[in-house]
């Protein structure tokens, strides 16, 4: 199911959402200018060293290592030593803005502009951010204690974005989404059932690939990200009131013929 939109208006513009789109983008664009290789100047060396590798996050790099065995194996990038001076806290943020390819990028800033406005209109702007970013780190975090040992970088905002959707089903649950079905029916769904069926798949599919920089999915990420968004969006949104609903149009009196 491909969420096409949804008929939960925001009430003033998304420019926090619109800001993180930009900002995935252009560090995409960045990527796509790297060379092709596994150089140190490379973009596999630019997954490794901002990419969340769960055994350097976890464990910490190794004193003698340096940044200079890469491997691509069969699309898969693997980093097997990690330069000791790179933040390893850092790359749970810098993660957030990589992708893997444009269908990756993409269909993450769909997701991101149909659910993440309504959760910017709702927290405000100043928290939305922290909010964001937060959800993305418990991602993370959640792939990264399942597969600890893996030098395997994981990329991509899905695990923030999977947070987004926990909020939604909490805040909104009976907006509808309109929804392409089998890339060609177009259904308007509420929020409650197609965010269930998400979360349910996650689960269904756990069993697959460590991370998506290598052309799997990080379901753990998914699952741990959704949590957090639907355990953290209450305490995010203290004190903040609901939004005053929108003034429906006078009726317009019939003509006379």
């Not at 699309?75 to 444009?102: K, M, P």
């Not at 996650?202 to 069993?207: D, E, H, R, S, V």
């Amino acid at each position: 199911m491909i969420p096409l939109k949804d008929d939960n208006p925001t009430h003033r513009l998304p420019v926090l959402t619109i800001a993180l789109i930009l900002a995935c983008v252009g560090v995409f664009l960045y990527q796509l200018s790297l060379p092709d290789d596994a150089s140190l100047g490379s973009e596999v060396a630019f997954t490794c060293e901002y990419g969340m590798v769960a055994d350097h996050t976890l464990n910490g790099a190794d004193p003698s290592a340096e940044l200079s065995r890469l491997a691509v194996d069969g699309g898969t990038v693997t980093c097997q030593s990690l330069n000791q001076e790179h933040n390893r806290f850092l790359g749970l943020i810098s993660y957030q803005f990589l992708h893997a390819d444009w269908l990756h990028l993409l269909g993450n800033m769909l997701f991101l502009w149909v659910f993440g406005n309504n959760i910017e209109d709702r927290l405000g702007r100043l928290r939305f951010i922290p909010f964001y970013l937060l959800c993305g780190v418990a991602a993370a975090l959640g792939q990264a204690f399942v597969d600890p040992s893996t030098d395997v970088p994981l990329i991509g905002a899905s695990g923030a974005i999977a947070g987004m959707l926990g909020a939604y089903i909490l805040l909104f649950p009976r907006a509808g989404v309109w929804t392409l079905v089998a890339f060609v029916i177009p259904l308007k769904v509420p929020a409650w059932l197609w965010i269930g069926i998400y979360f349910a798949l996650q689960f269904l599919y756990l069993g697959g690939s460590a991370t998506s920089a290598g052309g799997g999915v990080a379901y753990m990420a998914h699952i741990a990200g959704f949590v957090a968004g639907f355990v953290l969006v209450r305490p995010f949104a203290t004190g903040r009131d609901d939004p005053p609903p929108r003034r429906l149009a006078p009726p317009v009196a019939p003509g006379r013929w």
